[in-house]
């Protein structure tokens, strides 16, 4: 059997600087927290009072991973607060524009379309109802 050359001093010191670069490359791609699609609510939550949302506007609530708009004619929309290109909780609304935090993609709040990339997919629609002027949104909402 032929005898395998050892690796240089070099060799090594290189692989053990490339090994954290590398980890913090996949970290970046993931969510703060390792925060995923199924961080959006499972069961109704209850956001708040309707009040707090103007027609035209959007809230943002971080806690559950949603944002609700409502259009000009009254109709409440939400949207979960993932973001569809790494699964990242989107945390900044400026207006009616989500902005995720990990790579800048752009979402409308009132429809869910993305407005700039990397995201090429539209946050998922949650089903959302006013009862007793309170925001209830998520599964069976």
Known sequence: MPARPSASRRT???GAAVAPVAGLGLAAC??????????TPTAPVDLGA?????????KLYRDHNVVVSRDRSGALKAYSTICTHAGCPINKLQ???????????QFDATTGKVVQQPATEPL??????????????????
């Open 95 to 105: 207006g009616t524009t989500l902005i995720c935090p990990c790579h800048g993609s």
């Open 124 to 141: 998922a629609e949650l089903p959302v109802k006013a009862a007793g002027s309170r925001i209830i949104a998520g599964p069976g909402a």
């Open 50 to 58: 309707e009040s707090e949302i103007a027609e035209g506007g959007a």
């Open 30 to 39: 993931s969510g703060p927290g390792g925060a995923s699609a199924s961080a």
């Open 12 to 14: 090594v010191l290189r």
